[in-house]
C-alpha cells in the first residue's frame, strides 16, 4: 500500500532553515509527482509546489520563489524541501502529498505532517 | 492563477440533514479539474472527489461532486457523525493548484 511517511517536527529560529522529508513506499517512485501543502495553525491550506521525482523538476507558487527548494533522492524513494530565511509567518503543519497520476494533480495520498515552529 | 472562493464559511446542520457546499472559481477550470478534501482536526486532508464528480477510492456514495466552468457545489446526501470537519475545494487544472478557504461543517 501506498506509504509517504514524514520526518519529525522541527523547532528553528527566525532566520534559519529546515529541511522536511518525506519517505514513499509501496509504488513506483518515479512514475507520480509529489508536491507540498502547508497549514498555519487554526488556517487553511497553502499550496506551495510541485516535484517531479522522475527528472527532479520543479514549479513553486510565486509567493515561495526564491526561499523553497524541492529535492529528491531516487535511491531512498524519498522527496525533501528546505525552506530558508524562516520568520514566524512560516510555523505551520508542512505536508507532502502524492498525486493520482500523469496529467491529474489530485491528491489522495498524504503525508502525516511535519509541524515546523519558528520561535526566537 | 485561479482562485477559489467557498460558500458558506460555516455551516450548522444536525445529523441527517443535507449539506450543500459551494466553490466558485475566478476562471473557468478546463476539464472541470476540481477536487474536494475532507480535513478533521489533528489530521491530514483526505481526498473525496476529482474531477468535479468522481469518487475517491473509499467514499461513500452520500459524497456527491458537481458542476463546471467556475461553478461547483460538494453535496453530502445525509449527515453522519464522522462528516463534520472543514471541507476544501482546490483546482488540479493548472499550476498552482491552489486550495480555497475552506467551509466549516459543525454540528448545529
Known amino acids: 500500500q501506498v506509504q509517504l511517511v514524514q520526518s519529525g517536527a522541527e523547532v528553528k529560529k527566525p532566520g534559519a532553515s529546515v529541511k522536511v522529508s518525506c519517505k514513499t513506499s509501496?509504488?513506483?517512485?518515479?512514475?507520480?509527482?509529489m508536491y507540498w501543502v502547508r497549514q498555519a495553525p487554526g488556517q487553511g491550506l497553502e499550496w506551495m509546489g510541485w516535484i517531479n521525482p522522475n527528472t527532479g523538476g520543479t514549479d513553486y507558487a510565486q509567493k515561495f520563489q526564491g526561499r523553497v527548494t524541492m529535492t529528491r533522492d531516487t535511491s531512498i524513494s524519498t522527496v525533501y524541501i528546505e525552506v530558508t530565511s524562516l520568520t514566524s509567518d512560516d510555523t505551520a503543519v508542512y505536508y507532502c502529498a502524492r498525486v493520482r497520476g500523469m496529467g491529474d494533480m489530485a491528491a489522495p495520498y498524504w503525508g502525516q505532517g511535519t509541524l515546523v515552529t519558528v520561535s526566537s | 492563477e485561479v482562485v477559489l472562493t467557498q460558500s458558506p464559511g460555516t455551516l450548522s446542520l444536525s445529523p441527517g440533514e443535507r449539506a450543500t457546499l459551494s466553490c466558485r472559481a475566478s476562471l473557468s477550470i478546463s476539464n472541470s479539474y476540481i477536487a474536494w478534501y475532507q480535513q478533521k482536526p489533528g489530521q491530514a486532508p483526505r481526498l473525496l472527489i476529482y474531477g468535479a464528480s468522481s469518487r475517491a477510492t473509499g467514499i461513500p456514495d452520500r459524497f456527491t461532486g458537481s458542476g463546471s466552468g467556475t461553478d461547483f457545489t460538494l453535496t453530502i446526501t445525509r449527515m453522519e457523525p464522522e462528516d463534520f470537519a472543514v471541507y476544501y475545494c482546490?483546482?488540479?487544472?493548472?499550476?498552482?493548484?491552489?486550495f480555497g478557504p475552506g467551509t466549516k461543517v459543525d454540528i448545529k
Open positions: 509501496g509504488y513506483t517512485f518515479t512514475g507520480y509527482y
Open positions: 482546490q483546482q488540479h487544472d493548472d499550476s498552482p493548484f491552489n
